[in-house]
């Protein structure tokens, strides 16, 4: 059973530029959830996705958006990115079915906008 | 909507002692409640939760913590530290109607442990 992976795990943008992360679940797991850490903070729920829907979102503007494939891997895009973008970014895998109240993270990927 | 308040920034302790994180959650009905640590550069690794029942829980690496409803507090606790437990520790409060995805996240405790 693998767990999450995340890529890329570093990545350098400018501002105004869009960025693509990755996130693949644990095996069998059709929930995921995006978290945004900024430095010296905890993690702040960006959205969840439910076997290809969003369900549910955190308080982060439309430019934050994501996919979710029927693999259950997922993407997180960002567009127009500003400075306070960076952040590491982690995604978390669950299975809602059986109620889902353990997530599983992935190692994040750090974005440094500059 | 839910918060979680960790108090202590930062706390140091020697090796072999005993070890107490504090947590404090604002939410309206039963929570569900999450310990996690993180080590540098790395993503985050579930210690213990609280689903209901018996209110002193047991996590691995021989953590373990007490929910207490009176005090709306979910502290963390470990009879002795060992070196490796140096990292930050989050708190975290999930809805109870659905799964844990949506959790809300304190900002942390760091401890560092002294030789």
């Known amino acids: 059973e693998t767990g999450v992976t995340q890529s890329p795990t570093h990545l350098i943008k400018t501002r105004g530029q869009q960025v693509t992360l990755r996130c693949s679940s644990q095996?069998?797991?059709?929930?995921v959830s995006w978290y945004q850490q900024a430095l010296g903070q905890g993690p702040q729920f960006i959205f969840q996705?439910?076997?290809?829907?969003?369900?549910g979102r955190g308080n982060f503007p439309p430019r934050f958006s994501g996919l979710q494939f029927p693999n259950y891997s997922s993407e997180l895009n960002v567009n127009a990115l500003e400075l306070d973008d960076s952040a590491l970014y982690l995604c978390?895998?669950?299975?809602?079915?059986?109620?889902?109240?353990?997530?599983?993270f992935g190692p994040g990927t750090r974005l440094t906008v500059t | 909507a839910q918060s979680v308040t960790q108090p202590d920034i930062h706390i140091t302790v020697s090796e072999g002692a005993s070890l107490e994180l504090r947590c404090n959650y604002s939410?309206?009905?039963?929570?569900?409640l999450f310990w996690y640590v993180q080590s540098p550069g790395q993503g985050l690794q579930l210690l213990l939760k609280?689903?209901?029942?018996?209110?002193l829980v047991q996590g691995i690496k021989g953590f373990e913590a007490e929910f207490k409803r009176s005090q709306s507090s979910f502290n963390l606790r470990k009879p002795s530290v060992h070196w490796s437990d140096a990292a930050e520790y989050f708190c975290?409060?999930?809805?109870?109607?659905?799964?844990?995805?949506?959790?809300?996240f304190g900002d942390g405790t760091t401890l560092t442990v002294k030789p």
């Open positions: 975290a409060v999930g809805l109870s109607n659905t799964n844990a995805g949506k959790s809300t």
């Open positions: 978390a895998s669950s299975l809602a079915d059986r109620g889902g109240y353990e997530q599983y």
């Open positions: 095996s069998g797991h059709n929930t």
């Open positions: 996705y439910y076997r290809e829907e969003e369900n």
């Open positions: 939410y309206g009905a039963t929570p569900y």
């Open positions: 609280y689903f209901s029942g018996d209110t």
